[in-house]
């Protein structure tokens, strides 16, 4: 279907000429009163408009049948008129016709066709059209919604298969390195072959870490991140980590603190999700954090009233690094976002890190911000609201893990 224009609005209604006499019209309006604008056309092109509220309240007043009743209908018209061509689409015309008189209210329109008069255009049928327009906007948006959720859902469901297929050979490609690394059948002949191990296990974990980070990363895209609550204190779940990282620190030559104050109370939040938020923060400060270096891991809990700016459970990765240039901190917190130094050319990485600890923090409800200074290190913050601290000592003793 062809989108209505001008044309389909016009209404037919006799034009006068400028010289008809007010009285003539005057009597025209009078027999019909259906009639509310007359358009006046000189050689088949109009020149004014004559609105009956206006054309009335003029010639009725005292005198003034005797003052314009002879006159010609030129002096009573409006001139000041909207004319669009036949073929001009309704938006179009409602925009013009909103804007022309600068109130923003509907006016009448003349229609023409080359010029020459074709009808008045119709300000109700104008707004039946746009409501119909709006309508069927709305609609295809929502179609356009659907589809894309569907397309999400699909791309999602398909990550999903893609990365078990691709787990399952590349778990065994690990286990395999990871025996004949360990040389648990012996000796490795030529022992040239023991370093090719050592990259193919290397090789393997890293491919499996950026298949999982994807994974992931999809899942918060569309939206299907499920939180697996428990209570815990998140403490323990911090040096579980470091415990987890102490060799690569040790080969980083870098030191590690660890700031905690005794009697933190539990958290109920998705134990795995911070366990990831503390890997990703730890592993990001042992990679950009030059030997010699600091790394502080603290978890505080913060009140407002305390001075600290902000409310909850604060855990917080702490180095003395390279640090993030102003500009891209900001972006760093986007996925496949990476600064370009000899850094993160020469370390493994995808960039998603960052995005994924942000998207789950804001999953239990918090807030993920950085405070760096180049050349000097970066403070990585995690909050947690204080919704999710555990106050209740009772409920915390019977479900604590
Ligand atoms: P991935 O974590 O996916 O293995 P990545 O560490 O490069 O890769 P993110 O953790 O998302 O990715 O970090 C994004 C970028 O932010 C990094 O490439 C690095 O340039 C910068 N960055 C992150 N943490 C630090 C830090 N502690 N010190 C300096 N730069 C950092
Ligand atoms: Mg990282």
């Known amino acids: 279907m062809t989108p209505p224009t001008a044309r389909d609005l016009a209404i037919q209604v006799m034009p006068v000429s400028p010289e008809a006499t007010c009285a003539a019209v005057f009597n025209r309006l009078l027999s019909d009163p259906e009639t509310r604008h007359i358009p006046v056309v000189w050689n088949g092109r109009p020149i004014g408009l004559i609105s009956r509220k206006n054309f009335l309240l003029t010639y009725v007043r005292m005198y003034g049948a005797e003052l314009y009743g002879r006159r010609p209908v030129k002096e009573l018209m409006e001139r000041d008129i909207l004319i ?3 073929k001009t689409s309704c938006e179009a015309i409602n925009a013009r016709a909103r804007n022309a008189f600068g109130d923003g209210r509907m006016r009448p329109f003349v229609v023409t066709d080359g010029g020459i008069y074709a009808g008045i255009g119709n300000a109700e049928k104008l707004m039946m059209v746009m409501a119909d327009l709006a309508t069927a906007r709305a609609a295809a948006l929502e179609e356009q919604t659907r589809r894309a959720e569907a397309a999400n859902a699909s791309k999602t469901q398909f990550l999903a298969s893609m990365s078990h297929e691709l787990r399952t050979p590349l778990n065994a490609i690990i286990g395999f390195a990871d025996l004949m690394r360990l040389k648990t059948m012996g000796e490795m002949h030529p022992p040239r072959y023991g370093e090719y191990i050592e990259d193919i296990h290397r090789s393997g ?8 980070e ?11 991140v499920e939180l697996c609550e428990t209570i815990f204190h998140p403490m323990n779940v911090g040096l579980e980590v470091v415990q987890m990282l102490r060799q690569s620190i040790a080969n980083a030559k870098l030191q590690l603190h660890i700031d905690v104050v005794d009697g933190l109370p539990p958290i109920h939040a998705d134990q795995q999700q911070i366990r990831r938020v503390l ?5 990001n400060a042992i990679k950009y954090t030059p030997a010699g270096g600091t790394v502080t891991l603290a978890v ?8 600290c700016g902000v409310e909850g459970m604060l855990l917080t990765v702490e180095d003395t690094g390279i640090g993030i240039p102003a500009e891209k901190i900001e972006k760093v917190l986007e996925p496949f976002e990476q600064v ?3 850094f993160t050319r020469t370390r493994a990485g995808t960039g998603l890190g960052l ?3 942000k998207a789950m923090v804001e999953a239990h409800g918090g807030r993920f911000w950085l405070e760096s200074e180049l050349g000097k290190g970066t403070k990585a913050h995690a909050l947690l609201p204080v919704s999710r601290i555990v106050h209740d000592a009772e409920v915390a003793r019977k479900r604590v893990v």
Do not use: P, Q, R, Y
């Open 279 to 283: 890997i990703n923060l730890l592993s």
């Open 355 to 357: 995005a994924l600890t």
């Open 84 to 86: 669009v061509d036949a």
């Open 340 to 342: 370009e130094n000899s």
């Open 214 to 224: 994807l994974l992931d990363m999809a899942k918060i895209e569309s939206g299907h």
């Open 300 to 307: 505080c809990v913060c009140a407002e009233d305390e001075g």
């Open 205 to 212: 974990v890293h491919l499996l870490k950026m298949i999982n």
